[in-house]
């Protein structure tokens, strides 16, 4: 392979003191698949997303899935409450961490076709800002995240673009800071306005990220999805670096996404970077340079670090190998192609956030790592922010 720079180090920035944010995504559907809220090993994170809420045809946002969500009842739950679910016990799991802040995701892949309506006028974005802060009062989150994936162009068939979706999402996150601001004036509580951001240039060409920083608490790179079931070849899944075979594929790495955001204007210290906590498998793979960026003809699919540590990895039929520029293993059985996130992996990853004075880590997401496997390497690694951990 050619060599490329090993070098970490963004602009020999330093690390700084203080504490690195962690946050992990708990998905609503995590509890039909028995992983609840209160399963979360909490006393490693800073933060909860809780994803997702959605928004609704009158521009508010709403319950993604009101069964989960506020009406679930499981047993030990007191009766007479004026909720329950998930939410419920997001708030009993803060009864127990108290440094935990919980936030409420919003939009996602599936569900941001109306933010470009509600980011359009002064009114909408107001309409909008409002019903965020009644939901958090509500249901007793600290803040939201604002996850929407597609602006100005891409997404699913029904999302709705415009060319001013560019400015318009730098407005929304404006009002939102200030509504939240001003209750948070009236109450003396400081509630959190953040973002999951794409990790191509596409969404830094459709945003203002200089600008949206200034009214973010922090900014989420979803660092991952590099490759999948999407492309005719396999690929590594969230490279930390580029390698002397993606140059033929796929010019971008995590390193090229956050140098991306950094020349955008965003503070090191408000990146906060996504770590999956999944990889991606592709079957009937060509047989040739142990299955990476090769063509395959049978199906791919994401599956969980959990199910990967439990089927694969201990495998005899599968050879483990990890690529040294990318930073990033992979699995291969002849056959079989699966890129995924291990200790290792995360050990190089957490060790580029501190390296670079990056916030912290986000997590996607806690389901599939039940044991905390990958997580307690986070934590471990990001535990304070000095030279001597």
């Known amino acids: 392979m050619t060599e490329l720079s090993k070098t970490v180090i963004i602009d020999n920035r330093k690390e700084i003191t203080g504490n690195y944010k962690k946050v992990g995504y708990y998905t609503s559907w995590s509890a039909y698949m028995g992983y609840y809220a209160t399963d979360i090993d909490a006393n490693k994170l800073t933060h909860i997303n809780y994803a997702f809420a959605k928004i609704s045809t009158d521009g508010k946002i709403e319950l993604g899935d009101p069964k989960v969500d506020v009406h679930t009842q499981l047993d030990g739950d007191p009766d007479g409450l004026p909720y329950y679910g998930n939410f419920y016990q997001l708030n009993q799991l803060k009864e127990e961490y108290p440094h935990i802040k919980t936030l409420i995701s919003v939009g996602g892949g599936l569900w941001s076709e109306r933010f470009s309506d509600v980011a359009l006028t002064e009114h909408s974005r107001t309409?909008?800002?409002?019903?965020?802060?009644?939901?958090?009062?509500?249901?007793?989150?600290?803040?939201?995240?604002?996850?929407?994936?597609?602006?100005?162009?891409?997404?699913?068939?029904?999302?709705?673009?415009?060319?001013?979706?560019?400015?318009?999402?730098?407005?929304?996150?404006?009002?939102?800071?200030?509504?939240?601001?001003?209750?948070?004036?009236?109450?003396?509580?400081?509630?959190?306005?953040?973002?999951?951001?794409?990790?191509?240039?596409?969404?830094?060409?459709?945003?203002?990220?200089?600008?949206?920083?200034?009214?973010?608490?922090?900014?989420?790179?979803?660092?991952?999805?590099?490759?999948?079931?999407?492309?005719?070849?396999?690929?590594?899944?969230?490279?930390?670096?580029?390698?002397?075979?993606?140059?033929?594929?796929?010019?971008?790495?995590?390193?090229?996404?956050?140098?991306?955001?950094?020349?955008?204007?965003?503070?090191?210290?408000?990146?906060?970077?996504?770590?999956?906590?999944?990889?991606?498998?592709?079957?009937?793979?060509?047989?040739?340079?142990?299955?990476?960026?090769?063509?395959?003809y049978g199906e791919g699919t994401a599956l969980s670090y959990a199910e990967i540590e439990e089927v694969y990895v201990n495998n005899d039929e599968y050879v483990r190998y990890f690529e040294e520029d990318s930073k990033v293993p992979w699995l291969f059985n002849g056959i079989e192609f699966i890129s995924y996130d291990d200790p290792e992996s995360i050990g190089y990853k957490t060790s580029y956030i501190r390296e670079n004075g990056l916030g912290g880590a986000m997590m996607w997401e806690l389901r599939h790592d039940p044991k905390s496997v990958l997580l307690s390497e986070v934590d471990e690694r990001l535990k304070k922010k000095d030279k001597t951990n």
Do not use: C
């Not at 999407?230 to 002397?244: E, K």
């Not at 906590?277 to 142990?290: A, I, L, S």
């Open 127 to 296: 309409v909008f800002a409002e019903s965020v802060r009644d939901f958090i009062l509500t249901y007793g989150f600290n803040g939201v995240n604002i996850d929407w994936e597609y602006p100005v162009a891409g997404g699913e068939e029904d999302n709705v673009h415009r060319p001013e979706d560019k400015q318009n999402y730098t407005l929304l996150f404006q009002k939102l800071r200030d509504e939240l601001d001003e209750q948070g004036e009236k109450d003396g509580n400081e509630y959190l306005v953040t973002m999951a951001g794409g990790a191509v240039e596409s969404f830094a060409a459709n945003t203002e990220l200089g600008l949206i920083q200034d009214y973010v608490d922090y900014i989420e790179i979803m660092a991952y999805d590099f490759h999948g079931e999407w492309d005719s070849y396999t690929g590594l899944n969230a490279p930390l670096f580029q390698n002397a075979f993606s140059r033929n594929y796929f010019e971008w790495s995590i390193h090229d996404a956050v140098v991306m955001y950094l020349s955008e204007g965003v503070s090191p210290e408000k990146v906060i970077l996504g770590l999956p906590f999944y990889g991606r498998t592709y079957r009937e793979v060509e047989n040739e340079d142990n299955g990476v960026y090769q063509d395959y």
